[in-house]
């Protein structure tokens, strides 16, 4: 369920629509919620599919040239050191530096948006509609 809280953030910040993709973000709670994943569960996917993305050569040059997509200050930067990071395909391991600089939600969104960005990268350099790269790289 991490990766279709990721797809639908993405899909909704792709798609211009900040408005759902903060109630999606809201939604996502400290501890699992019946089949609904917990903070560390989408923190814990998102870092390990852009470590992953970096190491495939066809999506390597997404995370390379993604841009998180607008949103607060430290969610923003949480995003960039997130990307710096997963250039070298060591986003996971930033984990506890991420901490040390920024809150447990701060470091939930800048997940979210280096995802996001990367799918976005993705789709500009295949030419397609990002839900259909979400929907692709981000399925159970």
Request: net charge negative; no cysteine; proline share 4%.
């Amino acid at each position: 369920m991490a990766l279709t809280v990721h797809r639908l953030v993405t899909e909704a910040l792709a798609e211009g629509s900040a408005d759902l993709a903060r109630v999606l973000i809201d939604g996502i709670h400290p501890d699992p919620v019946g089949s609904l994943p917990s903070v560390a569960h989408v923190i814990g996917v998102g870092l390990g599919v852009l470590d992953r993305w970096q190491r495939d050569a066809t999506l390597g040059s997404a995370v390379a040239r993604a841009q998180p997509p607008a949103w607060e200050a430290d969610a923003m930067r949480a995003a960039r050191d997130i990307l710096r990071a997963a250039r070298e395909a060591r986003a996971f391991d930033q984990l506890e530096n991420l901490h040390r600089r920024y809150g447990g939600h701060a470091i939930l969104e800048g997940t979210l948006l280096a995802v996001a960005g990367t799918v976005i990268a993705q789709a500009a350099l295949e030419g397609t509609r990002v839900r259909e790269i979400a929907g692709s790289l981000l399925s159970e």
